[in-house]
């Protein structure tokens, strides 16, 4: 069982997250458990100072950004997405996944349609997180299979636009 | 009154020496010790009043070995034997390295060596000198021991160079309290001195590396946001270009020793460029000509590019447009030239900071920092949160490197990851850890390969191992693995694979360097007495600090492991003392766990009724 991050810095388990709440909470910790404050200290007090620190760092990580803080409050509530192992994808998403790659290769190398490309993605995405947070919203009511659904989906779309990303600094 | 003590005949304790903690800039063309005393930062002079220890180490036939100023007058004479900017080949393999002015070891898959008179050297050894030479200079100063130091390391170097460094402390004698990048030493120079917030932008470029960082600096805590740089671009490419121009313009130079005297013109020609706008250059009879400040900004704009373009690439990968950086530091010696300056300046839209000498302000903050840690200052409120600066992974199927640790991420670092066994009855499994940013392995540094052996028999796929890369703060990498159905573990300390061994530095600390201290039992037994002071001292103050946190019967415990340690300490046996810090440690980790909950707890308190809905 993966540990809870939202535990780690004293925030409920829940979507909803003030990014700069989160990273005055994250200062607050690693300020007390950063191996600086150890560097006299035991080996036992080091190799906790290291191991917590640790924590920290990854914890901020996974509950800052949208896709990782869903993924790991599904992984809470013991509802795996399985993005190695299960490869199966709505046919319907598949498909628009499709169409988007088809006009990223007729559009390589013009700027101006990459870019437009890859705004009409990243709103896609924006609507997709919103819909997201709503299926984790509502406590005990919350839709998991729909929230499992969108997390492995928005994790195509974040592959996809990095690639839109590489595509327009190449045309640039 | 306290009593006078009387010691035993044959027992007078040790005189009573101050200790002193320092920062050392371990640099590519200098280095320097630096020393907070008083809340000032001393950066130390040798006899004749110069901070600046040239990194130059010369090996002579008889066995002796010069560092530094005397070492540099030999460049030009015996230039095979006297190593210059040897930072460069750090935890590097023979195959690293292209061209070398020096006689290369024929590669044997371990760290490059150098042939020199006195036998084969590693940059190891070689930087261990200088480390030793400033050493000495601060005991010799300060008539003090030096317990521990801060050594900087550019922010690019790899987990194979950090380690190389460690490596070189050890073996002179030296207690590394950090290691820390070096833009981030500058802008603890600034920072403390200045009290800003906002986002820095470090440009330092030194004799032979090139590093950009960006830092921010909010509610006391420095976090390096993104890093870049060229771990070989630097002053001595701009000397090299120089000389590029005199030959294309018919400068002759064949030997060496020709060739080393055109770059020590060339540096010259260049510093007096600093300031006036036209020299005149005489190597006759090799070349003779005039050099203006015109022909300099030619020959160097190319090299001035590639850092600029690296100082884009650091602000994108934070997502930082340009107009937010608040600040640009200078630091490195080539950051004197004017041209570098007007470009920095044009690039940032404002005039870089240099008030803090630039050769100075790494060793400055170095000093700063080992205080910090050391307890003594009173900005304890202070913290650098630094970050990884190249992505590590392991190789996967297909010779692809799967990232584990993204470069860039905040250490300390862990990161678990699950294998599996492919086939039927396989009992180990062989790790490869690699770091870059490369997909393809082939294309990645080597660090380190490792195998979890006595995995018990089972079908392809059945076995669950889980490796877990760990970072610690000083950017090295531990690595354990552990069959979760079985419970088999094995553990890695990563040694690079440019790196020495264990083996290999207890033998270099046997034939080890002309000092009081050759003798490897008693540098090891050193070793031990140093740790088991600093666990006592530790201990001691944890009991003092908190005994409210102690479970009955567990102070009587804890006393009797200190007082054996003390026994063990007195005594001479390097095994005895390491066996009796372990037991201390085992007692006190119950209570060393209560102590920083509670720390965490404390600092909690109060928040937690207004900030929880």
């Known amino acids: ?63 800052r950004d949208p896709v990782s803080r869903a993924r790991h409050l599904l992984a809470l509530r013991g509802v795996s997405t399985d993005e190695e192992t299960d490869t199966a994808m709505d046919g319907d998403f598949l498909m628009e996944q499709m169409v988007w790659r088809e006009r990223l290769e007729e559009a390589a190398g013009r700027a101006r349609e990459v870019a437009a490309l890859a705004d009409e993605v990243a709103a896609n995405r924006a609507a997709r997180q919103a819909r997201l947070a709503s299926a984790l919203g509502g406590g005990e009511a919350a839709d998991l299979g729909r929230a499992r659904a969108l997390v492995r989906e928005l994790q195509f779309l974040e592959r996809f636009l990095r690639e839109l990303d590489d595509a327009l600094t190449e045309a640039l | ?275 006036a706008t036209e020299t005149e250059v005489d190597a006759a009879p090799l070349y003779s000509g005039r050099l203006t400040r015109a022909d300099l900004d ?62 100075r302000v790494v060793a400055v903050g170095a000093a700063r920092q080992a205080d910090l840690l050391a307890g003594n200052d009173g900005a304890a409120d202070m913290l650098l949160l630094d970050v990884i600066p190249l992505s590590l992974g392991i190789e996967i199927m297909g010779g692809l490197s799967e990232k584990i640790i993204p470069r860039n991420s905040p250490i300390p670092a862990s990161r678990a990851q699950e294998f599996t066994t492919y086939k039927d009855g396989q009992q180990a499994l062989a790790i490869h850890v690699v770091q870059g940013e490369r997909d393809l392995v082939a294309d990645c540094r080597s660090l380190a390969r490792f195998e979890l052996r006595g995995i018990p028999p089972m079908v392809a796929g059945a076995a669950r191992i889980r490796v877990t890369f760990q970072v610690d703060a000083d950017g090295l990498l531990n690595v354990s693995a552990r069959e979760t159905t079985s419970g088999v573990e094995s553990a890695v300390a990563v040694r690079p694979s440019f790196g020495l061994s264990d083996a290999e530095i207890e033998r270099m600390l046997k034939e080890s360097i002309a000092s009081a201290e050759s003798d490897a039992a008693l540098r090891s037994l050193r070793e031990q007495q140093v740790e088991a002071d600093r666990m ?17 019967g567990e102070r009587e415990v804890i006393a009797a492991h200190l007082a054996a340690l ?13 066996e009796a810090i372990a037991a201390l440690d085992r007692a006190s980790a119950d209570f060393a766990a209560r102590r920083m909950d509670a720390g965490l707890a404390r600092a909690m308190k109060g928040r937690s009724i207004t900030e929880f809905p």
Request: glycine content about 10%; charged content about 25%.
């Open chain 1, 1 to 63: 069982m993966a540990r809870n991050y939202f535990d780690l810095f004293g925030l409920p388990a829940q979507f909803d997250v003030d990014p700069g709440d989160l990273a005055a909470r994250h200062r607050e910790r690693i300020r007390i458990w950063h191996p600086d404050r150890y560097v006299r200290g035991t080996s036992e007090e080091r190799r906790r100072a290291i191991a917590m620190s640790a924590d920290l760092n990854d914890g901020l990580k996974v509950l």
């Open chain 2, 1 to 275: 009154m306290a009593l006078l003590q009387i010691s035993e005949p044959g027992q007078t304790p040790a005189p009573h020496t101050r200790r002193f903690v320092a920062g050392i800039d371990l640099g590519t063309t200098n280095s320097l010790i630096a020393t907070v005393r008083d809340g000032e930062v001393l950066v130390l002079p040798d006899a004749a009043g110069e901070v600046l220890l040239p990194s130059v180490v010369r090996f002579h036939a008889d066995g002796r070995v010069t560092v530094g100023r005397m070492a540099q007058d030999a460049e030009v004479t015996d230039p095979l034997n006297t190593i210059a900017s040897v930072k460069r080949l750090m935890g590097r393999g023979r195959e690293d390295v292209e061209e070398s002015p020096y006689q290369l070891a024929p590669g044997t898959g371990g760290m490059v060596r150098i042939e020199t008179i006195a036998g084969d050297k590693t940059p190891v050894e070689v930087s261990a000198h200088i480390l030793g030479a400033l050493k000495a200079r601060l005991e010799e100063t300060l008539g003090g021991a030096l317990s521990g130091a801060v050594i900087t390391v550019p922010a690019y170097f790899d987990e194979a160079q950090r380690q190389a460094t460690k490596d070189a402390a050890r073996l002179a004698g030296i207690e590394v309290l950090r290691l820390l990048n070096e833009p981030t030493a500058a802008a603890v120079a600034y920072g403390l001195d200045r009290n800003p917030e906002g986002l820095y932008c470090v440009y330092d470029l030194g004799g032979g590396t090139f590093d950009v960082s960006l830092l921010r600096l909010s509610q006391g805590v420095f976090e390096v946001l993104a890093t870049g740089g060229d771990a070989a671009l630097g002053g001595d490419d701009m000397d090299a270009a120089v000389v590029a121009l005199w030959t294309a313009r018919g400068a002759q130079a064949g030997t060496p020793e020709e060739q080393r005297r055109l770059v020590r013109l060339a540096r010259s020609a260049r510093e007096r460029l600093t300031t």
């Open chain 2, 298 to 359: 030619a020959a160097i704009d190319p090299l001035i590019e590639r850092t600029l373009v690296a100082c884009r690439r650091v602000l994108k990968d934070a997502g930082v447009p340009i107009a937010d950086i608040g600040a640009v530091v200078l630091v490195g010696g080539a950051t004197r030239t004017p041209r570098v300056r007007e470009r920095v300046g044009t690039l940032f839209r404002k005039a870089p900071l240099h008030d803090i000498d630039p050769d």
């Open chain 2, 536 to 552: 006592m001292e530790a201990v001691d103050a944890a009991l003092a600090a908190d005994p409210d946190l102690l479970a009955d």
């Open chain 2, 566 to 578: 003390k026994t063990a300490r007195d005594g001479g046996d390097g095994q005895r003392i390491r």
